[in-house]
Nanobody
Framework: QGALVESGGGLVQAGGSLRLSCAAS????????KAWFRQAPGKEREFVAA????????YYADSVKGRFTISRDNAKDTVTLQMNSLKPEDTGVYYC?????????????????WGQGTQVTVSS
């Protein structure tokens, strides 16, 4: 069946950086689109960034554009999220997700496979 495993979360001061990683486990997801979502306490899960597996296309939420960068390594079947200039409002649980459909999506309901999440806390 396979799974995604995130790592790299933690506590950082505002203005700092963190790098999240997501690796496939149990099977390959190299031909799946990959995305990051986050969920703050009491809020719905929201889109952060997504990258296509076969074309040079990436999407970012407006709130992270210019600060976060998504990148993937199909050969290693990994995806990373480099987060710079972090703000307290970036705090939440960050999830890696994979989608086998043809079209790159920003909607969490389109994603088939999810990781367990990693906590990111940005202090002011």
């Amino acid at each position: 069946q396979g799974a995604l495993v995130e790592s790299g979360g933690g506590l950082v001061q505002a203005g700092g950086s963190l790098r999240l990683s997501c690796a496939a486990s149990g099977r390959s997801f190299s031909t799946y689109h990959k995305a990051w979502f986050r969920q703050a306490p009491g809020k719905e899960r929201e889109f952060v960034a997504a990258e296509s597996w076969y074309v040079d296309t990436t999407y970012y939420a407006d709130s992270v554009k210019g600060r976060f960068t998504i990148s993937r390594d199909n050969a290693k079947d990994t995806v990373t999220l480099q987060m710079n200039s972090l703000k307290p409002e970036d705090t939440g649980v960050y999830y890696c997700a994979a989608d086998g459909a043809p079209i790159l999506s920003r909607s969490p309901s389109d994603y088939d496979v999810w990781g367990q999440g990693t906590q990111v806390t940005v202090s002011s």
